[in-house]
């Protein structure tokens, strides 16, 4: 089992940059697929990018791809979501998510974190 908990949501300005974090609890961190996925107000939830479990694979939603990167620290148990160049569009609720592997539709997700906003003001 996977406990997660997101943090680094706030409210920045267009073009601004914010870095969230989620920390996870549980012995099968390390060898999740960990994934970020948004809603926005009024919207489904999305697939925003993943991780393999070691790192070495990356994906990510057109929308975002050039502009995120998705990070993680096995030895931390932390994921990471370095968000730049945001746009008011960008602006959710972003949740950290764990699965055995990739998930990429929020009905395929085991585990959910909490979620932390994102308001992004142009």
């Known amino acids: 089992q996977v406990q997660l908990v997101e943090s680094g949501g706030g409210l920045v300005q267009a073009g601004g940059s914010l870095r969230l974090s989620c920390a996870a609890s549980?012995?099968?961190?390390?060898?999740?697929?960990m994934a970020w996925f948004r809603q926005a107000p009024g919207k489904e939830r999305e697939f925003v990018g993943d991780?393999?479990?070691?790192?070495?694979?990356?994906t990510y939603a057109d929308s975002v791809k050039g502009r995120f990167s998705i990070s993680r620290d096995n030895a931390k148990n932390t994921l990471y979501l370095q968000m730049n160049s945001l746009k008011p569009e960008d602006t959710a609720v972003y949740y950290c998510?764990?699965?055995?592997?990739?998930?990429?539709?929020?009905?395929?997700?085991?585990?959910w974190g909490q979620g932390t906003p994102v308001t992004v003001s142009s």
């Open positions: 998510a764990a699965s055995g592997v990739a998930a990429r539709s929020p009905h395929d997700v085991v585990y």
């Open positions: 991780i393999s479990w070691s790192g070495m694979r990356t």
């Open positions: 549980g012995r099968t961190f390390r060898t999740s697929y």
